[in-house]
Every structure is written in C-alpha cells, then in structure tokens.
T-cell receptor
Framework: QQQVKQSPQSLIVQKGGISIINCAYE??????FPWYQQFPGKGPALLIA?????SEKKEGRFTISFNKSAKQFSLHIMDSQPGDSATYFC???????????FGSGTKLNVKP | GAVVSQHPSRVICKSGTSVKIECRSL??????MFWYRQFPKQSLMLMAT?????????EQGVEKDKFLINHASLTLSTLTVTSAHPEDSSFYIC?????????????FGPGTRLTVT
C-alpha cells in the first residue's frame, strides 16, 4: 500500500512557468514532509521541507503548501528553469518508527 | 555540511560473487543509516534501517541473509550483497541521520550502481 501518493507522474512546463506537484497521505502520525530533487544517476537531495503546523513554506523559487485537514501537500516551483528538469519525490516521516515513506516521483521537464 | 559518501559509485560483478558497498557520513555522526534500492524510473524502496552497534531492521520482503548490513561505527555502514544475481542489479542509495537527533532530515549519498553479469 502506497503510504504517500504523488501526482502527476510526469510534467512538462515552459521556461518561466509554474510547476506544481501534488502529494496526499492518510497516516496522521506523519510529522515531517520533505521534497527531494534527483538528477539521473545521483542520489536525492533535499529541496525543502515542512512540518504540519505550518501551512506554507517558501525558499527562493520553491514553495510547499500544506493542507493538514485534507492531508495533502504540494510543491510549487516558480519561474521554472531548464536546470530544474529532474525527478521530484515527496516524502513523509513517521517519527516513532524513524522511517521515511516516498511518493512515486514526478519527472519534470522544463522546456526552454 | 551533512555530506554522505558511497563507495564504489559503480561496480560490475559476476553472478555468484559478493559485493560490499560502503556508506560514510563525512562531517557528522550518524546513529541511524538507511539503505534504499531504486529501480529505473521508480521510487526509492527502503530495504533496511541500520543503527550503530545493533542489528539492522529489514523491511518486509528483503532477504536479510542476502543483503548483509553492518553499522560498526557512527560514520560507517556497509551493505554486502551476497551471492549476487542479475536481478540484484540496481541503484543502491544510503542515507544517514544526524546523531544529535535535533535534525529531522536524512542526508543521501550519491548512490552505487550495481550490475551483476
């Protein structure tokens, strides 16, 4: 059973546009929600993360929106650039089990 | 800060041999390290959680006798794939959590591409 559901599977955005990736979860024991960026042949790198007591967090061009009641969170990439083309994973951590659960990934392609 | 290295980055081995992959936290101490497996165009699958000085906790369906994990120090964990077969070919990624416990995040290594011929 997929603990974290991610959509879309792939996304094509024009340079300068906004990329939006969505994730949903069911387990209310999750207490930390990071987003990772992964380039081909590389390990994931933390992009931005949020805790459920905050509804939005912004770091540069990247924003997480968090809706606790709906159990959904999303990543917004403003002014998307070709260099943002990568695979993005959302994740959720269950603290007491010290485990992270990953979404299925979204392959983003930003066209110049 | 928070750098995790893996060695080797790529390895090719013959079927039936064993391969050891090292995961090191370079600038912090990690009481917990995680081992993931990633198939092409798929998500990360957690294989096991290793805690320094104790036995690893394996996820359901992961053969503990095939994937031996040792976490002998606060900066080093190793994954040994024993009697490797072509179906073990994959991208193996480790991650580490800071020992202080104050930091939520896990830091990923660059991954190891294993090809079994």
């Amino acid at each position: 059973q997929q603990q974290v559901k991610q959509s879309p599977q792939s996304l094509i955005v024009q340079k300068g546009g906004i990329s939006i990736i969505n994730c949903a979860y069911e387990n209310t024991a999750f207490d930390y929600f990071p987003w990772y960026q992964q380039f081909p042949g590389k390990g994931p790198a933390l992009l931005i993360a949020i805790r459920p007591d905050v509804s939005e967090k912004k770091e540069g061009r990247f924003t997480i929106s968090f809706n606790k009641s709906a159990k959904q969170f999303s990543l917004h990439i403003m002014d998307s650039q070709p260099g943002d083309s990568a695979t993005y994973f959302c994740a959720a951590r269950q603290y007491n089990f010290n485990k992270f659960y990953f979404g299925s990934g979204t392959k983003l392609n930003v066209k110049p | 800060g928070a750098v995790v290295s893996q060695h080797p980055s790529r390895v090719i081995c013959k079927s039936g041999t064993s391969v050891k992959i090292e995961c090191r936290s370079l600038d912090f101490q990690a009481t917990t390290m995680f081992w993931y497996r990633q198939f092409p165009k798929q998500s990360l699958m957690l294989m096991a959680t290793s805690n320094e000085g104790s036995k690893a906790t394996y996820e359901q369906g992961v053969e503990k006798d095939k994937f031996l994990i040792n976490h002998a120090s606060l900066t080093l964990s190793t994954l040994t794939v024993t009697s490797a077969h072509p179906e073990d070919s994959s991208f193996y990624i480790c991650s580490a959590r800071d020992a202080t416990g104050r930091i939520d995040e896990q830091y990923f290594g660059p991954g190891t591409r294993l090809t079994v011929t």
